[in-house]
């Protein structure tokens, strides 16, 4: 370029500028903001910052189609499940309009699929066979203290008799013997014979231990009159003779108090192939926000939840077997407040990291530990930090999952206390005395954090809320990558769309990661407005997708045994330096105990990859997998699904 060439291009800018800085001078804030926001999505769209920091997109879906997800689960169709129930709405409920869609993301379809029941707050896990187990949901919508008109609570119903069983029907009529107030239940109970205890060295009868149920009651007339302070000893009204003497009922307060949500027993499967819902056999206990949990056989433990009075399930937990579609009780009793993350070991037992969804007492079942399911043993681990700040935290199994380390994210404190944690801990449980240990810092107090395993051994950590339900327009605009081999964390784009309570995210077949929900309680900075449902979902494209080609992969068994291997077709075979086996996520509340991410061996040979599977099945659990090859760059291939038997 000439200097006269360069003078004229420098009187441009000159003149440019002059007026940028007037017009700046005559509208400051807005055309500042208009610069600050073009600029900014012109940062954020040039390809250099998407291989170093990926990129966010929204997709809306079109109205008719639109629904509040509660759920989310990855079939092996390639598909996504997306469940709401009646989606955290009360008018829903009572309108019994609960809603399920099955969205393609490869296709863009969406499919309305018919709803049996309120699936709201339940419980899900993937099956051997690539149904998904659904269990659990919502009864009846919770009550806030203004809102109840009339006293009730737990009533305990007491059988004495070794005999047989009782059954007393709904409408029940109990009447205090001290304070005279008559409570009706509300649904049937059966109350099972007493169980007769004997003298282990003599063999002789000592006492009869009485069969329990439980019942909610409530006061046939509105008002604090019917209140009751203290408890009492209940007679059943239509009872007679021998089952008046041995059938009776004990409450404590019975009052005006918050009655919580109650959950339901009902159970399905859902088929990703008729794309339907199954019914089978209900679960002995009604749960809302129950976890499950895969067992080393393939069955299915469930765990926790509010039962159909509205109290913490106290400790019954059961097994799903998918082989009849029954369920039976464990052996013996443990509980969890709801929610809890409970991972399966590579020895069979039960991690739970002490992250959970909250409801419940704060000194029950909050401690970490590992559960021997069969013998009931829990042993606790030490060294966890901000341990009365766990609700709403995330765990994580770290690849590859062989080396059975997890990390625990942020959390806050019970409730709907603003107590908000900035730690992350980590443990590794093939230490000889395991315990938590801190690992790298977030920038802010997250509750909430939604964190998916990528194929590239980072995992992705997003979004969540300083305060409850982001209060105080609190939602975290930030992601990272963490990265297990250095233990940090590394900043990349923020996401678009603010995501807090009722949230979750879940790996693609293709690489990507897509994130659905939040729920906020409040609308605005100084919660005087109701918050609104975010029903968009975000795809989340992480860097190694934008550094050219990724390895090709096709061909190859749709299944492998562990210990078997199978050989597939890449052109790039000689690239591949690892192999990543990624179970499909199903996700809700922070809860995803279905992710792990399994290193396989592998050996290539000219344009041919041979892979080979572990052997152990607890830490291989049967069914669908996702299988991904990175190349040296750390790009993955598109999923190739494999079913392990």
Request: glycine share 10%; net charge positive; with cysteine.
């Amino acid at each position: 370029m000439n200097d006269h060439a360069g003078r004229r291009r420098a009187r441009r800018l000159a003149i440019g500028t002059g007026v940028f800085l007037v017009l700046a001078a005559m509208n400051g804030p807005w055309l500042y903001r208009f610069g600050t926001e073009r600029y900014h999505q012109y940062k954020i769209d040039r390809p250099a910052y998407k291989a170093a920091n990926g990129h966010w997109e929204i997709v809306e879906f079109p109205e008719k189609y639109r629904q509040d997800t509660i759920h989310a689960a990855l079939l092996h169709t390639g598909k996504v499940l997306l469940v709401a129930g009646s989606g955290n709405n009360q008018a829903n409920f009572d309108a019994k309009k609960f809603d399920t869609r099955l969205w393609d993301p490869v296709k863009g379809t969406i499919k309305k699929i018919p709803t049996p029941n309120d699936l709201f707050c339940t419980g899900h896990t993937q099956l051997a066979d690539g149904n998904l187990l659904i269990a659990g949901g919502t009864k009846r919508y919770e009550k806030l203290k203004g809102d109840v008109t009339k006293a009730g609570g737990l009533m305990i119903v007491h059988n004495e008799n070794p005999d047989k069983p009782i059954t007393l029907p709904a409408g029940t009529r109990f009447t205090g013997r001290s304070n005279g107030r008559t409570f009706v239940s509300k649904d049937p109970v059966l109350v099972p014979r007493a169980e007769k205890v004997f003298d282990p060295k003599t063999g002789a009868w000592l006492r009869n231990d009485p069969g329990l149920g439980r019942i909610y009651v409530e006061a046939q007339r509105s008002g604090t009159r019917y209140e009751t302070g203290t408890q009492d000893n209940y007679r059943i009204q239509g009872l007679s003779g021998a089952d008046a003497r041995n059938t009776y009922g004990i409450a404590q307060k019975l009052a005006l108090d918050k009655k919580d949500f109650q959950g339901i027993r009902d159970a399905y499967e859902f088929d990703p192939v008729a794309e339907r819902y199954i019914r089978v056999d209900p679960m002995h206990e009604a749960r809302w926000y129950p976890t499950l949990t895969t067992l080393s056989d393939g069955r299915i433990l469930s765990v926790s939840g509010l039962d159909d009075i509205g109290q913490l399930v106290p400790g019954k937990n059961e097994i799903y077997d998918p082989g009849t579609q029954t369920w039976a009780y464990t052996r013996k009793i443990r509980q969890f407040p709801t929610y809890p993350a409970l991972f399966l070991m590579q020895n069979g037992k039960i991690f739970y990291s002490g992250s959970n969804a909250g409801y419940g007492p704060d000194d029950v079942g909050r401690d970490p530990g590992i559960w021997d399911v069969d013998s009931n043993k829990f042993t606790k681990l030490p060294g966890l930090s901000d341990p009365n700040m766990m609700e709403t935290s995330g765990t994580v199994l770290l690849p590859p999952a062989q080396d059975e380390k997890y990390l625990v994210i942020g959390g806050g404190g019970v409730g709907e206390s603003k107590l908000s944690s900035k730690v992350t801990r980590l443990i590794d449980l093939k230490d000889k005395n395991p315990k938590f240990v801190d690992g790298p810092s977030l920038e802010k107090g997250t509750r909430y954090p939604q964190s998916s395993i990528l194929p590239d051994d980072t995992v992705l950590v997003s979004g969540g809320s300083e305060d409850y339900r982001g209060r105080g327009a609190s939602d975290i605009l930030q992601a990272r990558l963490y990265h297990p081999g250095s233990n940090s964390f590394t900043r990349v784009a923020d996401p678009l769309v603010g995501r807090n309570y009722h949230s979750g995210s879940i790996l693609l077949p293709d690489g990507r990661v897509m994130f659905f929900g939040s729920d906020s309680l409040y609308g605005d900075k100084g919660n005087t407005k109701p918050g609104k449902f975010e029903q968009r979902i975000e795809i989340y494209t992480p860097p190694y997708l934008y550094r050219g080609s990724r390895p090709a992969l096709s061909g190859g068994p749709r299944t492998i045994a562990r210990g078997a291997s199978g050989t597939f077709t890449s052109k790039h075979a000689s690239r591949i330096r690892k192999v990543r086996l990624i179970r499909p996520s199903a996700s809700t509340h922070v809860t995803d105990v279905d992710q792990r991410s399994i290193a396989l061996g592998f050996r290539a040979d000219g344009d041919r990859i041979t892979v080979t599977m572990p052997k152990n099945r607890n830490l291989v659990q049967s069914g669908w997998y996702m299988l991904f090859v990175d190349d040296a760059r750390g790009t993955p291939s598109t999923a190739q699904w494999v079913k392990v038997p």
